[in-house]
């Protein structure tokens, strides 16, 4: 169901339901439409019974995210925000024409800024928002023009490269599991865990014993 801010219509039920109630500050959607390359007309309406498997299959991550011990930090949710907004646009409001701009790939002495701004931060809890003022584009552009850059998200680039500096300290020092997690940016040793065995098919641990 799609509720514009304001008054809500009175509803009944009647059998037991499950809600997820996700708002969207009005602001950041606000901002998010003017990234777009056609422009929507900007009064949402009130609809019931609506179906986006899209919608649905975000909120879902969103909410494990929210509940998980093993958080992915703000540059994983924001991704996600992002995108739920931008679905959420489209599904709901009719588009007027407007002329598309042609996207390129960063320039490379905005991606090498980029990149250096990452390895410097790799062990802080970067954000798409910081990143993309790094760059100078709106964060819409920057993801498209990143990923048509480097072949990935800035999610994933950062993600690899953390578990590649993991890797590095496990073979050259004897650091706890816990301090490599931290070092490299990983919100928990469980975090790291979860990632080598998704990636590497190993732990940490063993994967250390086996260097």
């Not at 802080?124 to 760059?135: F, K, M, P, V």
């Amino acid at each position: 169901m799609i509720t514009p801010s304001g008054p809500v219509p009175d509803m009944r039920l009647h059998s037991s339901s499950e809600f997820i109630h996700c708002a969207l500050d009005e602001d950041f959607t606000r901002g998010v439409i003017e990234e777009l390359d056609r422009q929507p007309r900007p009064r949402p309406s009130f609809r019931t019974g609506v179906r986006d498997k899209s919608i649905e299959r975000i909120i879902w991550m969103l909410l494990e995210e929210l509940e998980t011990e093993r958080p992915l930090g703000s540059l994983y949710v924001d991704s996600l925000a992002h995108a739920l907004a931008t679905r959420y646009i489209m599904l709901d409001c009719a588009w007027r024409d407007r002329p598309r701009s042609r996207m390129s790939g960063l320039l490379p002495r905005v991606l090498s800024r980029v990149l250096e701004k990452i390895e410097a931060n790799l062990d802080a809890d970067l954000s798409l928002e910081s990143l993309a003022q790094e760059s100078g584009y709106s964060r819409a552009h920057f993801l498209r023009m990143f990923r048509d850059t480097t072949g990935s998200t800035p999610h994933q680039y950062v993600l690899n490269l953390r578990l590649q500096r993991a890797k590095d300290c496990l073979r050259q020092n004897g650091a706890s599991l816990i301090e490599v997690a931290a070092s490299c940016g990983f919100s928990s040793q469980s975090h790291m865990t979860n990632v080598f065995r998704q990636r590497l098919e190993t732990t940490p641990g063993e994967f250390r014993r086996n260097a």
